[in-house]
């Protein structure tokens, strides 16, 4: 859990991610179709451990802990998709926060990718 800029673990698994963090500001998510760098926007991953093989990484990450909060709450959101996608061995999501009661935190997410 966390993104990359104050996750040591995830600054190192994001060569092997699906979606990938661009590690200098401005940050950035990376996916094949698109770039994002809104705060609220977060990502949810599985991939292979490169360290190993046996073994997966699920990362929950944004750019911010706003985009970190946004993956976090759509792992609960959509727990049933997630769990029906176990046995894929790699996957990429990008999620979009939204503060619906204008409150400054979090509270619903969309799927965007």
């Known amino acids: 859990i966390g993104g990359p800029a104050t996750n040591l673990i995830a600054a ?3 060569i092997y991610s699906p979606i990938k963090f661009i590690l200098k500001k401005p940050w950035e998510i990376v996916t ?13 991953t599985k991939f292979k451990n490169p ?10 990450a944004g ?13 609960t959101k959509y727990s049933e998709l997630f769990k029906k996608m176990k046995n894929i061995e790699s ?5 979009q926060g ?5 409150d400054g935190i979090i509270d619903d997410v969309e799927i965007i990718e």
């Open 63 to 75: 750019i911010s802990s706003i985009g970190t909060k946004s993956a976090i709450i759509a792992l």
């Open 91 to 95: 996957f990429g999501t990008v999620v």
């Open 32 to 44: 094949e179709k698109n770039k994002y760098s809104d705060e609220a926007i977060g990502v949810i």
């Open 98 to 102: 939204f503060d619906l009661d204008g």
């Open 12 to 14: 190192e698994m994001n």
């Open 51 to 60: 360290f190993n093989p046996e073994k997966y990484v699920l990362l929950a």
